[in-house]
């Protein structure tokens, strides 16, 4: 649900709203090397701060038809405050991270918040400009099942879809 979100809510700059070059959201989910497509970087809050970040995309491109990939995306809370450079981490921080794949019964979903797993985000450099950093960490299902997400990084544009 975040990630059509993130494509409804995406600005747009050319008429298409889409950019590559040297943007990207890439890690390793489960050990598979992914380069995310239809990747966004979104943030808001009072007097020009940023104090909720989304950062997500799916595995491949839409199909014209059929499932939707599955997706990868994480969410950063610091209501009141600044999100800026730094590390953030769960369950300490306020913070989710979600992988999410859809099936024909519905959507299996793994995240941060089925238990104690813990997700970390780099934050480099951000502004109303752009983002960039790494993460890693795991995410978990309902029934304890977890999946591995390593050498994850990311240089993104503000509110601009990315496709490799």
Sequence with gaps: MIIT??????????????????????????????????????????????EHIVIGGHETSYPASGPVSPSLDFEIWKIGGNITPGTYTTPAENMIARYAIQKSDGTLIYNTSYGDDVFTVKIE??????????????VRNLAGEAISVTDGTFNLPYETIINP
């Design 5 to 50: 979100c993130l494509s409804a809510c995406s600005k747009k700059d050319d008429g298409v709203g889409e950019t590559t070059g040297d943007y990207y959201l890439r890690a390793k989910v489960g050990g598979k090397a992914i380069n995310f497509y239809k990747v966004n970087f979104q943030g808001g809050g009072n007097d020009n701060r940023f």
């Design 125 to 138: 450099a951000i502004s109303k400009t752009g983002i960039k950093g790494t993460f890693s960490g795991t």
